[in-house]
């Protein structure tokens, strides 16, 4: 019996972590600089035919907050009227979302057709015994051909924890972006925070024009420009050079203001992305920087932003999946990845925001925060404004949940469950709840994808309308 199109599907994603699996669990334990091996993926791409030297691509890196300023760079691009590719990593639901084009996830018959053509590369490769071709590298390379496919102007990609040797980070790239830098996956890209940068920095090669930086602490500054000096990229820091303010817009709208030299950049947000203002503030500079940069030397777009006019966009219908996202009202229910204080601190201003905007009734925390996490830091940050705390899972079987989180909620007088199941978890807490209740389910990105399944979320566009999207997918830049 022939397969169905799903099957298919989930057979060329097996092929993507087939190299990797093939390896026992010690061989992939250490730091990333003595178990990866990225060369392997710029060697699919040479043999691919380079097709990542195709437009213009901005690599994202950092802590926390890649996958959102991914989202806001790649948005912001698209509104100006550019066909834009975007690659992040992880997924939450569905596999596919890892690559989009106009914030449209991949079709299956794209997936598929691309997925082929990289196998029948790596088929030609004799990779050592003791070496792997890392499943998010070829991923990557599926991406490349696509955007390349799509004729697309700008690319943004998502690394994933570090740069230095991350897979992903050997797609040639002009541009970078950098989020907040924290201590974190020590036992990878570690062991000090000093090597944690070090790694970041990675992101700078001799290919990248430029480099806009959301606030850093002063000595993760002092390391990145340390190990930057040698790379020849323009750095732009958030707030030593990048001014950011929130005004106020019509109805429940709001207006960024970013502003860099001699521009004021500014985007129309709505409530969603209130919270994630200096973030938008951050992807504006570097949507114009990338404009930049891109058009000298080159052609004319049909657009004068090679001429240096500031950015004037709307964003109020962009959605950030599983980023303090509002999936249902009566009872309100938000999703968000917060695992580290700095992040929660996000969660707490808006519940604060909604508090002071009128009655609320309880607020109900689903906590899901596995042993390599900052459970301390989110528990302490956000305890002070919710009622119940629930302690669930994931169906991640990969992480674990040994920590007596009981311990970390300090005087909390309200009531707490420990609840492993998180359908059950999320179930009874949303059983529970009244209509002007607010129920937060925060955690790591597993959680996150398990919530949005829960409720049954879609994850396929950025964007609620599609105004932008969709038809400009076929649209190319001479047409």
Not at 71 to 80: E, F, T
Not at 447 to 452: H, M, T
């Given at each position: 019996?022939?397969?169905?199109?799903?099957?298919?599907?989930?057979?060329?994603?097996?092929?993507?972590?087939?190299?990797?699996?093939?390896?026992?669990?010690?061989?992939?334990?250490?730091?990333?600089?003595?178990?990866?091996?990225?060369?392997?993926?710029?060697?699919i791409?040479d043999?691919?035919?380079?097709?990542d030297?195709?437009?213009?691509?901005?690599?994202?890196?950092?802590?926390?907050?890649?996958?959102?300023h991914?989202?806001?760079?790649?948005g912001i691009?698209?509104?100006?009227?550019?066909?834009?590719?975007?690659?992040?990593?992880?997924?939450l639901?569905?596999f596919?979302?890892?690559i989009?084009?106009?914030?449209?996830?991949?079709?299956?018959?794209?997936f598929?057709?691309?997925v082929?053509?990289?196998?029948?590369?790596?088929?030609?490769f004799?990779?050592?015994?003791?070496e792997?071709?890392?499943p998010?590298?070829?991923?990557?390379?599926?991406?490349?051909?696509?955007?390349?496919?799509?004729?697309?102007?700008?690319?943004?990609?998502?690394?994933?924890?570090?740069?230095l040797?991350d897979?992903?980070?050997?797609?040639?790239?002009?541009?970078?972006?950098?989020a907040?830098?924290?201590?974190?996956?020590l036992?990878?890209?570690?062991p000090?925070?000093?090597d944690?940068?070090?790694e970041?920095?990675?992101?700078?090669?001799?290919?990248?024009r430029?480099?806009?930086?959301?606030?850093?602490?002063?000595?993760?500054?002092?390391?990145?420009?340390?190990?930057?000096?040698?790379a020849?990229?323009?750095?732009?820091y958030?707030?030593?050079?990048?001014?950011?303010?929130?005004r106020?817009?019509?109805?429940?709208?709001?207006?960024v203001?970013?502003?860099?030299?001699?521009?004021?950049?500014?985007?129309?947000?709505?409530?969603?992305?209130?919270?994630?203002y200096?973030?938008?503030?951050v992807?504006?500079?570097a949507?114009a920087?990338?404009?930049?940069?891109?058009?000298?030397?080159q052609a004319?777009?049909?657009?004068?932003?090679?001429?240096?006019?500031?950015?004037e966009?709307?964003?109020?219908?962009?959605?950030?999946?599983?980023?303090?996202?509002?999936?249902?009202?009566?009872?309100?229910?938000?999703i968000d990845?917060?695992?580290?204080?700095?992040?929660?601190?996000?969660?707490?201003?808006?519940?604060?925001?909604?508090q002071?905007?009128?009655?609320?009734?309880?607020?109900?925390?689903?906590?899901?925060?596995?042993?390599?996490?900052d459970?301390p830091?989110?528990?302490?940050?956000?305890?002070p404004?919710?009622?119940?705390?629930?302690?669930?899972?994931?169906?991640?079987?990969?992480?674990?949940?040994?920590?007596?989180?009981?311990?970390?909620?300090?005087?909390?007088?309200g009531?707490?469950?420990?609840?492993?199941?998180?359908?059950?978890a999320?179930?009874?807490?949303?059983d529970?709840?009244?209509?002007?209740d607010?129920?937060?389910?925060?955690?790591t990105q597993?959680?996150?994808?398990?919530?949005?399944?829960?409720?049954?979320?879609?994850?396929?566009?950025?964007?609620?309308?599609?105004r932008?999207?969709?038809?400009?997918?076929?649209?190319?830049?001479e047409?």
């Amino acid at each position: 019996m022939a397969q169905t199109l799903a099957e298919q599907v989930t057979e060329a994603i097996h092929f993507v972590y087939a190299s990797y699996g093939r390896l026992t669990k010690e061989r992939h334990t250490g730091y990333d600089r003595d178990v990866r091996n990225p060369h392997w993926t710029r060697r699919i791409l040479d043999q691919l035919g380079n097709p990542d030297h195709e437009g213009f691509n901005i690599a994202v890196t950092g802590s926390k907050g890649k996958g959102s300023h991914s989202i806001l760079v790649a948005g912001i691009l698209q509104r100006l009227g550019f066909r834009v590719g975007l690659f992040t990593s992880p997924h939450l639901v569905d596999f596919l979302e890892r690559i989009r084009v106009q914030g449209e996830i991949i079709s299956e018959e794209a997936f598929l057709r691309w997925v082929r053509v990289v196998q029948e590369v790596v088929r030609q490769f004799d990779v050592p015994d003791d070496e792997y071709i890392g499943p998010v590298g070829l991923v990557a390379a599926v991406a490349a051909l696509f955007f390349r496919d799509c004729h697309t102007d700008f690319n943004v990609y998502e690394l994933g924890r570090g740069a230095l040797h991350d897979d992903v980070n050997q797609v040639v790239h002009q541009g970078a972006v950098i989020a907040p830098i924290f201590p974190e996956h020590l036992d990878r890209l570690g062991p000090t925070w000093e090597d944690v940068v070090r790694e970041k920095m990675g992101i700078l090669t001799e290919d990248t024009r430029f480099a806009v930086s959301y606030r850093q602490e002063a000595f993760v500054q002092k390391w990145m420009d340390m190990y930057a000096s040698a790379a020849p990229a323009h750095r732009i820091y958030l707030d030593q050079d990048i001014h950011v303010d929130l005004r106020a817009g019509d109805e429940d709208t709001a207006i960024v203001e970013a502003t860099y030299g001699d521009w004021t950049h500014r985007a129309r947000i709505g409530t969603a992305l209130r919270p994630f203002y200096e973030n938008v503030g951050v992807a504006l500079v570097a949507a114009a920087m990338a404009i930049r940069n891109r058009s000298a030397g080159q052609a004319p777009y049909s657009t004068d932003w090679r001429n240096g006019r500031a950015i004037e966009v709307d964003l109020t219908d962009m959605v950030q999946p599983g980023r303090l996202q509002v999936i249902q009202h009566s009872p309100t229910i938000v999703i968000d990845g917060s695992i580290h204080e700095v992040n929660a601190r996000f969660v707490r201003r808006w519940v604060e925001e909604h508090q002071a905007n009128g009655p609320m009734g309880r607020v109900v925390a689903i906590f899901s925060l596995p042993d390599d996490k900052d459970a301390p830091g989110v528990l302490r940050t956000l305890s002070p404004v919710v009622d119940e705390i629930v302690f669930t899972t994931s169906s991640n079987r990969h992480l674990s949940y040994t920590r007596d989180l009981l311990t970390h909620v300090g005087s909390f007088a309200g009531r707490v469950d420990v609840i492993p199941s998180v359908e059950t978890a999320l179930s009874s807490a949303v059983d529970r709840a009244q209509p002007p209740d607010l129920v937060l389910c925060i955690g790591t990105q597993s959680f996150v994808g398990d919530a949005l399944r829960f409720f049954r979320v879609p994850t396929s566009s950025i964007w609620r309308s599609e105004r932008g999207s969709k038809e400009q997918l076929h649209a190319s830049p001479e047409e």
